[in-house]
């Protein structure tokens, strides 16, 4: 018997709403990194993961990835994930 499906939905301090899904995988939190070039634009990457252990390491690895881009700053967002019926 094939697991169950659901929605995810993580909302970030912006207000931005991400839903991932359907999906049957127990994700637990959404991580989003928002880079500041040195140009002025920005690069955003996200993700997410099944512990809030493993979504805080993207923090260490925004900074590591930062100095060897060579970007002016960044911040990460790290949020619950919401579970509704997919």
Known sequence: MAKKKYLLTATLP???VKTIG???TEFTHY???V???G???TE???GHSKSLAEA???RALAAEAGASRGWVGHDVDIVELVRSAG
């Open 35 to 37: 880079a500041r070039l």
């Open 31 to 33: 991580w989003r990194i």
């Open 56 to 58: 805080k390491k993207t």
């Open 39 to 41: 140009n002025g634009r």
């Open 22 to 24: 359907p999906t049957a």
């Open 14 to 16: 912006d207000g931005y």
């Open 44 to 46: 955003v990457f996200w």
